[in-house]
C-alpha cells in the first residue's frame, strides 16, 4: 500500500465517520504513524440525509473530504480502501488495494442497514444510509411522478403516488415529514396535471410509539406533528415482505406501493476476521471493554456504532448516533496515547447530551436532560444543533443559505434526477 | 402521453436549455397548448460545468427543475422523455414514453460533442457537456490521484497524474485553468505522501491560437494566464487518437495520460427523421430561415446550437453559445405568435453582446463590442455575468458563497467521488 514503515507505531482507523475522525484528531502532531481507510473519500454528516433525499439540500453540502479534515497533520496517510478481511494473528488486513500491517487497529465502521435476514424486502426496497443511496431514493420519488403521469392504469398510479416508509426512528419520521411537505408545498405546482392530492404517506412501526428512544411527550407531539401533516402512522405493525409491488405485514392490512423506505434497523457494519460468535454482541456489534478494546484482543479497538459497551447504564450498549461515536472517539484517542506512554486507561464515560428529531417546518421534539420541549423553538434548536456539527465554513453557509431559502420560499430545489435510478439495476444499493 | 388534446393549438418543444426556456417563457398564457420534453427534468447551466469537474460547485447549483421554471403557466406539459424519431408527414413524434402529435414543432435540442468519427477518441476520452458527465470527470480526477498513491510503477504514477485537454475555445482553456489551480492549491495538501509537482496540464489546439473566436488580444492574454499557471499549451497540433493509455497527434509529439478530456468540437444534437442531406449544414446543425423555420418544413423550427441559420454575417451560422440561443429562442416565441394571428414574422437579428473567459483566479479575458479588457476586472465582470444569467436565487446565492469561500481559502470543497467512475464502463457517458 505504499505506506512507510517508520519508528512510529502504527494505528490504522478503518472508516472515516463520526468516530473515526474524532479519533484521527486526537492522533494530531503525536508520536504516531495514523492510517485512515474509507470506502469513500468524504466523511458523510448521516442526519441530514433525508434532507438530500427530499431535495432540501444538494449532497456536497453534507459530505467532506477525509483528505481536507486532516490536512496538515504529520504522519497521516488516508488511502480509499474498502477492507476484506482482518487476520489478527498476523496483525494484517487484506484489502482491495493490498495487504496494511499495523500495530493498532481501530474499528470504526459504522452501521448498516439490518434487514433481518429477508433477502426480499432488501431487493426491492429503498436504503438511506450513505449519500449514493440517498440520492438513488431522491431519483426514484421524481420519477415515480413522471411515472405516474404517464400510466392510464389507476391502480399503477396509486401505488406510485403511495409512499410507505417502515420504521419510527428519527430517519423515518424525518423522511415522513419531509415527503408530507412536498406533498403539500411542491407538488401541485409542479404536476398540475397530476391530482396530487391522491398522494399517500405511510410510516409503519412495530412498536406502539414513534422515537421510542426519546420521551413519551417527545413521541406524542410528533405523532401530531405527523399527523397534521398528513402522514398516516401504522402502530403494532411488521412489514413482513415486499416484492415491489405489495407490502406484507403480519396483521391484514397490506399495501400496494411503487417505495419502500426501508429505516427499520442497523446492525455493525462487521468485517471478517472479526466476526467469532464471541465478539459479537446483539445486532453485530463488536463487544467491547470499558477502554472500546475488543476481548482477546490487545491491540484491537473498536468505536462508535459498530462498538458494543454493555455497562450497567447501556445493557445494550450505547445508542447508535453521533454522540457515542464522537465521544469515544475521543476517549480512545487519548487512552492510545496514554498506552504507548504506558500509563493507566480511562474507563469512558458517556455524556448524554439529550437527543432530537424534526418533523417538518417549525415542528421539532428536543429531550434535554432537564428539559423537554417541541415546537418552533425546538426546531430553531434542532437546526442550530445541526449547522454547528456539520464539518466545514463552506457546508454550513451552503446549508444555511438552503433552510432561510426553503423556509421562507416553502421550497426545495434540488429536485433533480441526476442519475436515473434504476430499479430493476441493484449494483449502486451499497 | 396523456396530454389532452385542446382547441389551442400545440407547440411541442424538444429541449429545455437556454433557446427552449426562453421560447416555452414567450409562450406563457398565451392562446396554444406547450409541451416541452428534456430528457433530464432539469435544465443545465452549461457554461459552469467546468467548475463541477474541479469541485467548485455543486452540480445541484448549476441545475434547475424544469418544472420549477415552467410552474404556474397554464396550458403547459412538461414530460421527461427522449425523443427517437420525428415523422414530419404525421407531424408526429416517438418518442421512448409513446407517440406524440404536434401542430408546431421546435428543435431545441442543442449540441453534442463531436468526436468527427473517431470511434476511439469517443470510448476512452472524457466530455463535459452534460452534469452527469461532468461529475464523472470529477470522479475520475480525483480517483486517479487514489490510484497514484498506490502504484510503485513510475510511468503509470506519471500517466494518472497527466491531464491532456484537447481544444482551445472556452471550455478547454477554463478546465485547464482550473486543473491548474487545484494543482497549485489542493494537491500538496491533499497528498503530501506524492509529489504533486509532477502534475501535467496539456492544452492541445490544432490551430495557431486558444479561444479564436476571441480578439486576438484575449487569445494572446489567455495564453500568457495559463501559462502563468504553468499550463504546458501545444498549438498546430492535432489529436488523432487515444487507446486509454497513449495519445497520438498528428505531430512527433505523443503523450502517455489517464485522462483525456475531448473539448474539440461539438455538433448539433439531431434526431432521425429530419436528418436529410440538404436539411442539415456543415456540424450537423439543422438549416433554417431568418424565421428559424426549417426549410420545407412550414411548421417546424428549430432555434440555438442545433440551428444554422447562414446570413450575410454568420455564412456558418451563429455561434453554439447561450446568446444567440436565448436571442432565437426569444424571438420565435413572439414569431409563433404573429403566425397564429396571421401577422407577418420578425427576422432575427442577432445582437452580439459579446463572449467572455475565465482563467483562474483573477484571471479572465473579455470582448465587448467597443472594449477588450483583460485580468482582475474582466474576472470580476464574469463573475457578475455568470451570476446573473444563473436561474434561480437560491442557485445564484448558492453558487455566490462557494465563490467567495473558494477565492478567500484558496479552496474547492467539493472534491467528493460520490458515485465511482469506472473507466471500463461507458453506459454513463452520455
Known amino acids: 500500500m505504499n505506506i512507510p514503515k517508520t519508528s512510529f507505531p502504527r494505528i490504522v482507523i478503518i472508516g472515516g465517520g463520526f468516530a473515526g475522525i474524532s479519533l484521527a484528531k486526537k492522533l494530531n502532531n503525536k ?49 480509499l480502501a474498502q477492507v476484506k478481511e482482518i487476520k489478527t494473528g498476523d496483525n494484517t488486513l487484506v484489502t482491495n488495494i493490498g495487504n496494511l500491517e499495523y500495530d493498532y487497529l481501530v474499528m470504526a465502521t459504522g452501521s448498516t442497514t439490518n434487514y433481518y435476514g429477508n433477502r426480499e424486502i432488501q431487493l426491492n426496497s429503498m436504503a438511506m444510509k450513505s449519500i449514493p443511496q440517498s440520492l438513488n431514493l431522491r431519483s426514484l420519488i421524481l420519477e415515480n411522478f413522471e411515472q405516474a403521469l404517464l400510466t392510464d392504469q389507476y391502480h ?39 391530482d396530487t392530492r391522491k398522494v399517500q404517506i405511510h410510516l409503519i412501526q412495530s412498536g406502539d410509539r414513534i422515537l421510542k428512544e426519546m420521551s413519551e411527550k417527545a413521541s406524542s407531539k410528533a405523532e401530531d406533528f405527523l399527523e397534521g ?49 464471541d465478539v459479537l454482541a446483539r445486532g453485530n456489534r463488536i463487544r467491547v471493554n470499558e477502554f472500546n478494546q475488543v476481548m482477546d484482543h490487545d491491540n484491537i479497538f473498536a468505536v462508535g456504532d459498530v462498538a458494543c459497551m454493555q455497562t450497567k447504564d447501556t445493557p445494550r450498549g450505547h445508542p447508535m448516533m453521533a454522540q457515542p461515536a464522537i465521544q469515544q472517539g475521543k476517549n480512545l484517542g487519548e487512552n492510545l496515547l496514554r498506552l504507548l506512554d504506558n500509563k493507566p486507561l480511562k474507563p ?80 449502486f444499493k451499497d
Request: aromatic share 14%.
Open 31 to 79: 508520536e504516531v504513524q495514523v492510517v485512515l481507510l474509507d470506502k469513500h473519500n468524504y466523511h458523510t454528516f448521516q442526519p441530514l440525509l433525508y434532507q438530500v433525499s427530499t431535495g432540501g439540500l444538494e449532497p456536497d453540502s453534507i459530505a467532506y473530504p477525509i483528505r481536507k479534515i486532516l490536512k496538515d497533520f504529520p504522519n497521516f496517510f488516508f488511502r
Open 156 to 194: 399503477e398510479r396509486e401505488a406510485l403516488m403511495n409512499f410507505v416508509i417502515v420504521g419510527g426512528g428519527p430517519t423515518g419520521v424525518e423522511l415522513a415529514g419531509a415527503l408530507a411537505e412536498i406533498k403539500k408545498g411542491i407538488l401541485p405546482k409542479d404536476y398540475p396535471d397530476l
Open 229 to 277: 401533516l398528513g402522514v398516516q402512522i401504522w402502530k403494532h405493525t411488521r412489514v413482513t415482505g415486499y416484492d415491489g409491488k405489495t407490502v406484507k405485514t403480519d396483521t391484514d392490512t397490506i399495501f400496494e406501493t411503487a417505495t419502500l423506505v426501508w429505516a427499520a434497523g442497523v446492525k455493525g457494519a462487521g468485517i471478517r476476521g472479526l466476526d467469532a460468535k
Open 348 to 427: 469512558f464515560v458517556y455524556k448524554d447530551k439529550g437527543s432530537m428529531a424534526t418533523v417538518g417546518r417549525n415542528k421539532a421534539v428536543v429531550d434535554l436532560k432537564n428539559i423537554k420541549f417541541q415546537g418552533v423553538f425546538a426546531w430553531f434548536v434542532w437546526m442550530f444543533v445541526h449547522l454547528f456539527f456539520l464539518i466545514g465554513f463552506r457546508n454550513r453557509m451552503v446549508v444555511f443559505v438552503n433552510w432561510v431559502y426553503n423556509y421562507i420560499r416553502f421550497d426545495r430545489e434540488a429536485r433533480l434526477i441526476i442519475r436515473p435510478f434504476n430499479r430493476n439495476y441493484s449494483a
